[in-house]
């Protein structure tokens, strides 16, 4: 069936790393921007990084940027975040979620299916 | 960057209830605006993108409407099954941003 599952969440000391993969299956992934969202009680819903289908463009929100690196393998249907220099605000509840489009905004119909999330806990 | 502020931060309704949601940007953001439901322990699901436009397999009750920076999600009789929290998305920019949800409670 059409679905995302992530997975790769953990318990890790700032500083550390820890890399998500989302698998995809159902679709054809290869045609779908997808993007990575983390969500805390505090903050809500706090989009993270995008990248294009072809896997060659991608964008991260400030926070993330330089620590963060969104990619994707598309002969496996497989997305990924690694994510370096954890912090104590990186701690969240993270998704992911397919573009109704390629990636590129204007041709975005909004984030039409999520994956059911994996929570990551920075702390010492 | 793009600020996204949804009211009210909480709405007490009954069944039956037409019950309207505002999301404001801090700058025109065209009409690329999607709306989402959340449920507790669930992840988001889509009801409408591009402001207006009802993603397939949402209820008709749900309707979005508005451009430039004020937006604006109707739902026009709330039943059992909408008591959730509700976020605002843009993506006129490719930071897109969330509004900071709208819980919708039972009176």
């Known amino acids: 069936q059409v679905q995302l599952v992530e997975s790769g969440g953990g318990v890790v000391q700032p500083g550390k790393s820890l890399r998500l993969s989302c698998a995809a299956s159902?679709?054809?992934?290869?045609?779908?921007?997808m993007h990575w969202v983390r969500q805390t009680p505090d903050k809500g819903l706090e989009w993270v990084a995008v990248i294009y289908f072809d896997g060659i463009h991608k964008f991260y929100t400030d926070s993330v940027k330089g620590r963060f690196n969104i990619s994707r393998d598309n002969s496996k249907n497989t997305l990924y975040l690694q994510m370096d220099s954890l912090r104590a605000e990186d701690t969240a509840l993270y998704y992911c979620?397919?573009?109704?489009?390629?990636?590129?905004?204007?041709?975005?119909?909004?984030?039409?299916?999520w994956g059911q999330g994996t929570p990551v806990t920075v702390s010492s | 960057d793009i600020q996204m502020t949804q009211s009210p931060s909480t709405l007490s309704a009954s069944v039956g209830d037409r019950v309207t949601i505002t999301c404001r940007a801090s700058?025109?953001?065209?009409?690329?605006l999607a709306w989402y439901q959340q449920k507790p322990g669930k992840a988001p699901t889509l009801l409408i993108y591009k402001a207006s436009n009802l993603q397939s397999g949402v209820p008709s009750r749900f309707s979005g409407s508005g451009s430039g920076t004020e937006f604006t999600l109707t739902i026009s009789s709330l039943q059992p099954d909408d008591f959730a929290t509700y976020y605002c998305q843009q993506y006129n920019t490719y930071f897109r941003t969330f509004g900071q949800g709208t819980k919708v409670d039972i009176k």
């Open positions: 700058q025109s953001i065209n009409k690329w």
């Open positions: 979620a397919r573009d109704g489009g390629p990636g590129r905004r204007y041709d975005s119909t909004g984030f039409d299916l």
């Open positions: 159902g679709f054809t992934f290869s045609r779908s921007g």
